[in-house]
C-alpha cells in the first residue's frame, strides 16, 4: 500500500488488495434502489400484465445473476463465494424499491455485489416495462432509477 492507498503499488500501478491473509467471516450486505415508474406502469406490473412477461420474476433472475458476476465488471473486486442473495420488491403508486440482501464467508465483503445486484434488478425492471414508459417521442422523461445505496453492511465471526 502506497500514500494510504490501497489499491496502489510501490510503482504507483493498480493492483487488487491482497486479502490472503485476513480469517474468514461471516459478512452480509444489504442494498436499496428505486425505480420512478408512471402509475398505469406499476398497476400493469402489479397486474402481471407488461407484454414482456413477469417483471419481478425476471428481475430477480437478473439480481441473481448480477451478483454473481460482479468480479467481472468491477476491476478491483474479488471473486467471492456467494452463499445467499435474497431480493425483495416494494411497489408503491409511481415507483418499486428493490431490497437486495448478499451473503458470503469469505475475506472481503459483500457489498459490490449487493449494489450491482440492485443496479441490474432495476435496470431489467426498465427493459420490461420500457414500452410503457416511452412517451410519443421515444424518450422516458419520468423514468428514473434512483437512490440505490448500501443499507447496511454486517461482519461477524464464524463462531456466531
Known amino acids: 500500500m502506497t500514500d494510504g492507498f490501497s489499491h496502489i503499488d510501490e510503482e504507483r500501478s493498480v493492483q487488487m488488495v491482497d486479502v490472503g491473509r485476513k480469517p474468514d467471516t461471516k459478512r452480509r ?12 406502469t406499476v398497476d400493469a406490473v402489479r397486474a402481471d400484465e407488461i ?8 428481475a430477480r433472475v437478473g439480481v441473481v445473476q448480477a451478483v454473481k458476476h460482479t468480479w467481472e465488471s468491477i476491476p478491483m473486486c474479488h471473486q467471492i463465494p456467494v452463499t445467499n442473495v ?3 420488491f416494494e411497489i408503491q403508486e409511481d415507483c418499486v424499491t428493490l431490497t437486495v440482501v448478499v451473503e458470503t464467508i469469505g475475506k472481503t465483503g459483500c457489498e459490490m455485489e449487493a449494489l450491482t445486484g440492485v443496479t441490474t434488478g432495476l435496470n431489467v425492471v ?3 416495462v420500457k414500452a410503457a414508459e416511452k412517451n410519443e417521442d421515444g424518450e422516458y422523461p419520468t423514468t428514473q432509477i434512483r437512490d440505490v445505496h448500501v443499507h447496511k453492511k454486517e461482519k461477524t465471526t464464524l463462531e456466531d
Open 126 to 128: 426498465w427493459d420490461m
Open 29 to 40: 450486505a444489504i442494498a436499496t434502489g428505486t425505480i420512478e415508474l408512471r402509475p398505469s
Open 51 to 58: 407484454e414482456k412477461g413477469n417483471v419481478l420474476a425476471t
Open 86 to 88: 435474497e431480493s425483495d
